[in-house]
Nanobody
Framework: QVHLVESGGGLVQAGGSLRLSCAAS????????VGWFRQAPGKERDVVSV????????YYADSVKGRFTISRDNAKNTVYLQMNSLKPEDTAVYYC???????????????WGQGTQVTVSS
């Protein structure tokens, strides 16, 4: 069992930065792929970025490439999403999730956090 808690969301102006954190419980967290997903009002939840268990592989949605960076610190059971050059269209609830199989944007996630709101004002 893996319990995930997101933090770091908030209100930021366009062009600003935020760093989201996903803290996990459970010794096996370091063996899981972890992804960040987001859901904007009236839209379906979509994948933003995924990182493999060892950090050697990662995936980014085209809309965030070059602006967002995913990383992990397995010693701290934490995965981060550094978000730079934020745009109003990045406004959404951001969720982290963990799964046993990394497959880029098609990674299967078994555990989900409750989400953190990111709002980017223009």
């Amino acid at each position: 069992q893996v319990h995930l808690v997101e933090s770091g969301g908030g209100l930021v102006q366009a062009g600003g930065s935020l760093r989201l954190s996903c803290a996990a419980s459970g010794r096996t967290f370091r063996s899981y792929a972890v992804g960040w997903f987001r859901q904007a009002p009236g839209k379906e939840r979509d994948v933003v970025s995924v990182i493999s268990w060892n950090g050697f592989s990662s995936y980014y949605a085209d809309s965030v490439k070059g602006r967002f960076t995913i990383s992990r610190d397995n010693a701290k059971n934490t995965v981060y999403l550094q978000m730079n050059s934020l745009k109003p269209e990045d406004t959404a609830v951001y969720y982290c999730a963990a799964g046993t199989i990394y497959s880029g944007r098609n990674s299967i996630m078994n555990y989900w956090g409750q989400g953190t709101q990111v709002t980017v004002s223009s």
